[in-house]
């Protein structure tokens, strides 16, 4: 995952009353790490951008590096992600105050804020 550039992020997760994912994801854990996709744009939308029976954003793989052991709905934390699959031509948009949705296939599970971007793993 070193070879991949990290991001710095600032995340809620959406409880299941506003569409979120049942339970909390375990961003890190012995057993593997929780590997969703973001898209960016307003951090608000909560539904996908559709045409005909296509999806019409550019997913950005992501697998988390660290983040707390114990995710909330509704609460503010941060966490660091590698972006998988880079160099894609949408990563040039993956900077400081670029904001996004987190995906889950066609799910919008949270939403949240890029703080930093940091092309090796030297914090």
């Not at 375990?26 to 973001?38: F, K």
């Not at 697998?63 to 909330?72: A, E, I, N």
């Amino acid at each position: 995952m070193d070879q991949w550039p990290h991001i710095k992020i600032q995340i809620t997760f959406l409880p299941p009353t506003q569409g979120g994912r049942t339970n909390p994801p375990v961003l890190v854990s012995e057993n593997g790490t929780y590997r969703p996709h973001i898209v960016l744009g307003d951090p608000m939308q909560r539904t996908p951008i559709i045409v005909g029976d296509e999806i019409r954003e550019a997913y950005l793989g992501l697998v988390f590096v660290s983040g707390p052991t114990d995710v909330q709905f509704g609460e503010l934390i941060e966490a660091e992600a590698a972006l998988m699959y880079y160099p894609q031509p949408e990563h040039s948009s993956v900077v400081p105050g670029a904001t996004f949705t987190i995906r889950e296939g066609p799910k919008i599970v949270g939403f949240g804020l890029v703080k930093d971007v940091c092309l090796r793993n030297d914090g």
